[in-house]
């Protein structure tokens, strides 16, 4: 059992930034790679970003590429720093640790309970 606990979220305006901490505890969360999906209401999940469990290897396949930047520590952490932000980047925000990338993306891995970024114009 991995627990996920995120913090940082809050209110910005655009073209502000915001970083995503995900603090991970429980069973060697250092063996686990990390991702950050999230979701705005009335659509679908979006896979933000993931590392891997070395950190050595990074991957953003959805909008906010090029605008943000994943990175973990040694104390299990993992963050999201989220630069340029846009109205439509407001979602919860949701931590999701695995073994692999490729379970992470298959399901059902460990997930956080969320933090809400709001963007205002």
């Known amino acids: 059992q991995v627990q996920l606990v995120e913090s940082g979220g809050g209110v910005v305006q655009a073209g502000g930034s915001l970083r995503l901490s995900c603090a991970a505890s429980?069973?060697?969360?250092?063996?686990?790679?990390m991702a950050w999906f999230r979701q705005a209401p009335g659509k679908e999940r979006e896979f933000v970003a993931t590392?891997?469990?070395?950190?050595?290897?990074t991957y953003y396949p959805g909008s906010m590429k090029g605008r943000c930047t994943i990175s973990r520590d040694n104390a299990n952490t993992v963050y999201l720093q989220m630069n340029s932000l846009k109205p439509e980047d407001t979602a919860v925000y949701y931590c999701?640790?695995?073994?692999?990338?490729?379970?992470?993306?298959?399901?059902?891995?460990?997930w956080g309970q969320g933090t809400q970024v709001t963007v205002s114009s």
């Open positions: 999701v640790a695995d073994r692999t990338v490729g379970k992470i993306l298959s399901g059902p891995a460990y």
């Open positions: 429980g069973r060697t969360p250092r063996g686990y790679a």
């Open positions: 590392i891997s469990r070395s950190g050595e290897s």
